[in-house]
Structures are given as C-alpha cells and as structure tokens.
C-alpha cells in the first residue's frame, strides 16, 4: 500500500497535565480536547510513528530521546498529587532516534541521543489525548536553547523526509504562552492581536512569505507581549520547515480560554482523510 504524506502540526497544548483536571477546571479544555481528536481523525490510520518537538525541553544542541521504554518527566508543579503519577507507556523509537539524528549530522547540526529523558506534559498531555492506547512509538526532538528561527526551520527541513515515511511531526507548543497575563486576565487584547497576525502568516501568506515572517516574528503586532519567552512558539517553526511549500490550515481556535484569551492550533499540508467542512 502506498503510503501517503503525514502533514505536520502546531498544537496548542494547554496548560499543566490538564486532562487529569476535569473535576477541577470544569469545561475550560473541552474546545481544545475535541480538536486533538479531529486531528486523529483526519490523520486516518495511525501514524508508524510520532516525533514530537516539545517547548518544555531545550539544550546547547539538538537532543533526541533514545530509550526503549521512556520514563515520565512531571515539569510542573503545584498541581494535585494524582498528577504526579501519571504514565504515558508508549514505547520509545531508538532506530527511529538515531536516523534523525544522521539527519541532522547531515545537515551540519550538532545533536545527540538521550537515553534518559522522558515524556514531559507537552507531550504526554497531546498523545493522551489523541492516542490513550499508548501504542505508537514516540520520540522527543528538543529545542536548541538559542531559539534561532532560521535554524529550526531548516531542521524542519531536513526532516521532512521522514512524513513520506509515515511519522507524524507534531510541534508541541502554545500560539500565546505569557502565564502571568493569563492568570490576572491581562492577556485578552494581546492573544487576539498576535493570534490575527499567527493566522495571516501561516494561512493567509504564501509558504516563502510565511517563513520570511516567522524569521522576524519578534517585529510582529504584540509578539513579545504574546511571549515573553519564545520557547512556546519555537516549535511551530519546525513544523513549518517539515511542511516545505504545502498549505497551513488552522485546526484550534478559541477566543475564551480561561476566559478571554485567544489561541489556535495549525495543520500544514492536506489531512489524509478530509474533516466535513473543508
């Protein structure tokens, strides 16, 4: 059977181990849970495997996880006991790990394998969500700490390759990510503004006019109000790369999360299986 291109993904992936929190935040995630099981939908068939770009992990270089069997990474804190004995099982990708990291050695990146690290809440929150059956073999890529732009969408670029292969990119982030706004109910003008140049600039905008964009994000309409700290936004710019020339779609999208905050969620490139509607 021929197997067909993934597309990639920028998921907004909440705050917290939010699915563990339903009795305590009530309907706040409904809207973002129900789109992370449109996005399994639409990818059809389970992917063979998923690589995961998370903003909660971060190095000198580029880092891959390489266990078996990963551990847990509990990331936060405050949260309720419960939470700290949460298990994603999924499997690891060894292979899998080592090939990216060939890819990126090709491309001139520095990287190496971590046997050691585990699954931290931006991305077991994600899989649980679309994957509880904990089947599909997962590996971390981390963020390179200096959060260049042009460097993460060309290792975009260079891992491209692997969505022919049935491996579904995810960058795992947040479209507004300034918590302390978030907590006082400041950050309302600021995510809708940010969010409407977001959407222009990965929708609206033609792919070498979106990267061109992406690369001088920071002179955007309230971007370093939107994120004071870009690690939340980084990821979107390997998603980006893998997509090369294919079309963003926006996939998630809420004007009131915790209120009145704006954020979103983006598909680049076509679903393997169409959503009604589109």
Do not use: C
């Amino acid at each position: 059977m021929t197997q067909l291109r993934i597309p990639t993904y920028f998921l907004s992936h909440g705050g917290g181990p939010w699915p563990w929190l339903k009795a305590e935040r009530g309907a706040m995630y409904d809207q973002l849970e129900a789109s992370l099981h449109d996005v399994r939908r639409e990818l059809g068939h389970a992917p063979r495997a998923v690589l995961m770009i998370s903003a909660h992990w971060e190095s000198d270089r580029f880092l891959l996880s390489s266990a078996a069997r990963p551990p847990m990474e509990y990331d936060y804190g405050g949260f309720p006991e419960h939470t700290y004995r949460i298990h994603y099982d999924a499997p690891g990708a060894p292979a899998l790990a080592e090939s990216v990291r060939e890819m990126l050695k090709r491309g001139g990146f520095a990287s190496d394998l971590d046997a050691e690290r585990g699954f931290d809440h931006g991305t077991f929150t994600v899989m649980h969500t679309m994957y509880p059956e904990a089947d599909i073999p997962l590996v971390q890529l981390s963020l390179r700490a200096d959060y260049d732009v042009a460097d993460h969408i060309k290792v975009g670029e260079l891992i491209a390759p692997l969505r022919d292969e049935g491996v579904l990119i995810i960058g795992s982030g947040f479209s507004y990510h300034d918590t302390r706004a978030m907590r006082s109910g400041a950050g309302a003008e600021v995510s809708a503004t940010f969010d409407r140049w977001l959407n222009d600039t990965l929708v609206v905008a033609p792919p070498a006019e979106r990267r061109r964009h992406l690369v001088n994000w920071s002179a955007a309409p309230g971007a370093r109000a939107a994120h004071p700290r870009e690690d939340h936004l980084i990821p979107l710019m390997v998603a980006v790369g893998a997509a090369g020339n294919e079309a963003g779609a926006r996939v998630y999208h809420q004007s009131d999360f915790m209120g009145e905050i704006t954020v979103s969620s983006y598909r680049f490139g076509a679903p393997v299986v169409e959503r009604s509607g589109e």
